[in-house]
């Protein structure tokens, strides 16, 4: 059974939701919203520590200079670290199923989820650096390093926050 499927069949009706007619959908709606997110991210994710997994294993690793071999390592700790956050919603639903406390759980998950987006905006960056760093120069690699840190730190970071202080 699909995640999406395990944490929706915990969810009570509509019928019994104390809430508003439609509360009980709408937090169903904003938990199927959430799963979806989820998704993206955490197949990011997997993808990316994969890739960083073969890498290592690959001839040329071992020709990379120690400077490199470090940005590899940090770099794969944290799309590590990204990975188990955003799987972590998950995991721990499987383990409280079912669900008593939706509204907590919709809010931890969400945290959880954000809290993988900095480990993640750190291993791209890097990963960039790597990459164009051995593809082309190492001065092109920092360039499209900083690159994906400004893209990044525009749509993923500055302008949603300024959206929720904004209200």
């Known amino acids: 059974m699909s995640i999406r499927g395990d944490i929706m069949d915990a969810l009570p009706t509509p019928m019994h939701d104390e809430d508003a007619p439609h509360g009980g959908q709408m937090a169903r709606s904003e938990l199927d919203e959430l799963l979806q997110k989820q998704r993206i991210l955490l197949q990011g994710s997997q993808v990316l520590t994969a890739f960083l997994v073969i890498l290592f294993f690959q001839q040329g690793f071992t020709k990379i200079d120690q400077g490199e071999k470090s940005i590899y390592l940090i770099t794969f700790i944290c799309a590590l670290v990204s990975l188990i956050l955003f799987a972590a919603p998950a995991a721990q639903h ?23 987006l900095a480990p993640l905006s750190v291993a791209l960056i890097l990963v960039a650096k790597l990459i164009v760093g051995e593809v082309v120069d190492q001065r092109a690699g920092t360039s499209t390093a900083a690159g994906v840190g400004l893209i990044l730190g525009v749509l993923w970071w500055a302008l949603p926050l300024a959206r929720k202080v904004k209200g």
């Open 94 to 116: 499987r383990l409280e199923r079912p669900l008593r406390d939706r509204a907590r759980f919709k809010r931890e998950a969400t945290h959880t989820l954000i809290a993988g």
